[in-house]
Nanobody, 122 residues
């Protein structure tokens, strides 16, 4: 079992930046991709970004391309989401998940973090 703990959320003005981190512990032998999802109030959880085990490939939702960057440090068992040019519509609870597929598909039994709130004011 893998435990995932997100951090770095908060309140920021539109146009600002935040950096989210996801720390993995426990059985951290993860060969598939890891990724970030978000859920806004009244909406379904949606894919944001994913990165392969090697860090050589990443995928992003169209809504965040060019603004968000996902990276990972396997030595530290962490995945980071750098969010720039934030918009009010980015407001959501952000979740880390592993293992997932690079496409954003979350297989049964995948692990989720508890989530971290990101609020972007206009």
């Amino acid at each position: 079992q893998v435990q995932l703990v997100e951090s770095g959320g908060g309140l920021v003005q539109a146009g600002g930046s935040l950096r989210l981190s996801c720390a993995a512990s426990g059985r951290t032998f993860i060969t598939l991709a890891m990724g970030w999802f978000r859920q806004a109030p009244g909406k379904e959880r949606e894919f944001v970004a994913a990165i392969t085990w090697s860090g050589g490939r990443s995928e992003y939702a169209d809504s965040v391309k060019g603004r968000f960057t996902i990276s990972r440090d396997n030595a530290k068992n962490t995945v980071t989401l750098q969010m720039n040019s934030l918009k009010p519509e980015d407001t959501a609870v952000y979740y880390c998940a592993a293992p997932i597929l690079l496409t954003g598909y979350v297989p049964p039994g995948a692990n989720w973090g508890q989530g971290t709130q990101v609020t972007v004011s206009s």
